[in-house]
């Protein structure tokens, strides 16, 4: 076999296994060359190429990758094969091998760089147990380094998305109040073709019959158009609300106070309002506004779902720790379908308003929304289509059980 100074020798691992290891070292002793080659040839997971120059080591360091490199330390230029090491991105780990006579040697090694130091001669089932090792550390440094990569492409892609998303919010914002501006403008116009819509329809009896059917379809939608505009108002308002400040609400004069707002309204479809309160209830800390426009949104939907002659009753009880405010109609009833959706944003009933009134699919979304604003919920409870409605409104009578509040 040739054993020059100039000569490579390669023995490589069983190729495809997983926990094949690749070692280069670096031996000046030819016949030592020659014993390494022997002994790692059956070498089940060790793969060696053994050479015995300092020029060689770096044209193969150049050429492979490494998990070790055992560099003997009496091999001419060695510290030059130390810095060839250390300009790769991912260094192997570092064997050398000295004899015990010179152990001096190793204060020549740079500081802060991770070295493992064998004494020569070196019993060979040392010398594959240090290389095991050395290669276990290697895999451990380069998968912490890959880690270390990927985190900082994770928090570069991170900020990113950070930036990104900030833009979008920050445009998502100003489209949200000019639309809330254009929305809110809307208001007056409607308002006054309304009243020019009632001029015209209260002399209608003038007017031929398709004319004063005209009119009355104009009524219905431009009425259907400022329910909208309100409902989106409010919409907007609940929407961008996080947190709310609450005040103790005498929730018996709100109710009471609500009843006689829609009294007319009931009146022109003949349907009667009941209020039933138990004695003593307790005050709810509440927004107070925020909550009689929930509870407008439920008798208002109550009285539009009910046909003439039908009644509508709004009950309130409370215990301990929550307040129930239950709106209760003789009306059109709600299918399977209805209950599991009827609080989903734009989400309209699959029953039809019984006066004709405007319905945009808001109303119910807007009353769930205040109603987790104030730790709350509201559910909606039906026999079936024809059968009438309940829904129940549920308010935390303690602060500590409202999440929504300041």
Same mark, same amino acid.
């Given at each position: 076999?040739?054993?020059?100074?100039?000569?490579?020798?390669?023995?490589?691992?069983?190729?495809?296994?997983?926990?094949?290891?690749?070692?280069?070292?670096?031996?000046?002793?030819?016949?030592?060359?020659?014993?390494?080659?022997?002994?790692?040839?059956?070498?089940?997971?060790?793969?060696?190429?053994?050479?015995?120059?300092?020029?060689?080591?770096? !044209?193969?360091?150049?050429?492979?990758?490494?998990?070790?490199?055992?560099?003997?330390?009496?091999?001419?230029?060695?510290?030059?094969? +130390?810095?060839?090491?250390? !300009?790769?991105?991912?260094?192997?780990?570092?064997?050398?091998?000295?004899?015990? $006579?010179?152990?001096?040697?190793?204060?020549?090694?740079?500081?802060?760089?991770?070295?493992?130091?064998?004494?020569?001669?070196?019993?060979?089932?040392?010398?594959?147990?240090?290389?095991?090792?050395?290669?276990?550390?290697?895999?451990?440094?380069?998968?912490?380094?890959?880690?270390?990569?990927?985190?900082?492409?994770?928090?570069?892609?991170?900020?990113?998305?950070?930036h990104t998303n900030q833009q979008l919010q920050q445009r998502q914002e100003r489209l949200s109040q000019?639309?809330?501006?254009?929305?809110?403008?809307?208001?007056?116009?409607?308002?006054?073709?309304? $009243?020019l819509l009632g001029e015209l329809h209260s002399r209608s009896n003038e007017l031929p019959a398709w004319?004063?059917?005209?009119?009355?379809?104009?009524?219905?939608?431009?009425?259907?158009?400022?329910?909208?505009?309100?409902?989106?108002?409010?919409?907007?308002?609940?929407?961008?609300?996080?947190?709310?400040?609450?005040?103790?609400?005498?929730?018996?004069?709100?109710?009471?106070?609500?009843?006689?707002r829609f009294t007319p309204l009931a009146d022109r479809k003949n349907i009667w309002i009941n209020v039933?309160?138990?004695?003593?209830?307790?005050?709810?800390?509440?927004?107070?506004?925020?909550? $009689?426009?929930?509870?407008?949104?439920?008798?208002?939907?109550?009285?539009?779902?009910?046909?003439?002659?039908?009644?509508?009753?709004?009950?309130?009880?409370?215990?301990?720790?929550?307040?129930?405010?239950?709106?209760?109609?003789?009306?059109?009833?709600?299918?399977?379908?209805?209950?599991?959706?009827?609080?989903?944003?734009?989400?309209?009933?699959? $029953?039809?308003?019984?006066?004709?009134?405007?319905?945009?699919?808001?109303?119910?979304?807007?009353?769930?929304? +205040?109603?987790?604003?104030?730790?709350?919920?509201?559910?909606?409870?039906?026999?079936?289509?024809?059968?009438?409605?309940?829904?129940?409104?549920?308010?935390?009578?303690?602060?500590?059980?409202?999440?929504?509040?300041?």
């Amino acid at each position: 076999m040739e054993s020059s100074a100039s000569t490579t020798i390669s023995v490589r691992s069983p190729a495809g296994s997983p926990s094949a290891i690749a070692a280069l070292i670096v031996e000046g002793d030819p016949l030592l060359r020659d014993a390494l080659e022997l002994h790692f040839r059956a070498h089940p997971t060790i793969g060696i190429v053994v050479v015995g120059t300092q020029e060689l080591a770096t !044209r193969e360091l150049e050429q492979s990758q490494f998990d070790v490199v055992v560099l003997d330390s009496t091999t001419p230029s060695w510290m030059d094969t +130390i810095s060839a090491v250390r !300009r790769l991105s991912t260094p192997p780990t570092l064997v050398v091998t000295v004899p015990l $006579a010179e152990a001096s040697l190793l204060e020549q090694l740079p500081l802060n760089f991770g070295v493992l130091a064998l004494t020569k001669p070196t019993p060979m089932v040392v010398l594959e147990r240090t290389i095991e090792c050395a290669a276990a550390y290697h895999r451990l440094r380069k998968h912490h380094q890959e880690n270390k990569q990927l985190e900082g492409n994770y928090l570069s892609m991170l900020e990113q998305l950070q930036h990104t998303n900030q833009q979008l919010q920050q445009r998502q914002e100003r489209l949200s109040q000019r639309f809330q501006i254009a929305i809110h403008d809307l208001q007056n116009p409607l308002a006054n073709l309304l $009243a020019l819509l009632g001029e015209l329809h209260s002399r209608s009896n003038e007017l031929p019959a398709w004319i004063r059917e005209t009119i009355e379809l104009s009524v219905q939608s431009v009425q259907l158009l400022q329910a909208l505009v309100e409902d989106m108002l409010n919409l907007f308002h609940v929407d961008s609300t996080e947190t709310i400040t609450t005040n103790p609400v005498d929730v018996a004069q709100l109710v009471r106070t609500v009843a006689r707002r829609f009294t007319p309204l009931a009146d022109r479809k003949n349907i009667w309002i009941n209020v039933l309160t138990s004695p003593k209830l307790p005050s709810v800390p509440a927004d107070e506004s925020l909550l $009689a426009k929930a509870l407008d949104n439920l008798v208002s939907n109550a009285i539009k779902y009910t046909p003439p002659g039908g009644a509508v009753t709004i009950e309130v009880e409370a215990d301990r720790d929550w307040l129930r405010l239950r709106v209760r109609d003789t009306g059109l009833g709600m299918t399977e379908d209805d209950l599991a959706h009827a609080f989903e944003e734009f989400r309209k009933l699959s $029953a039809r308003p019984t006066g004709g009134e405007p319905s945009t699919g808001l109303g119910l979304w807007i009353v769930r929304r +205040i109603a987790e604003l104030h730790g709350g919920r509201v559910f909606a409870e039906s026999p079936g289509k024809g059968k009438g409605s309940v829904f129940t409104l549920v308010l935390p009578l303690h602060q500590e059980n409202n999440a929504g509040t300041s």
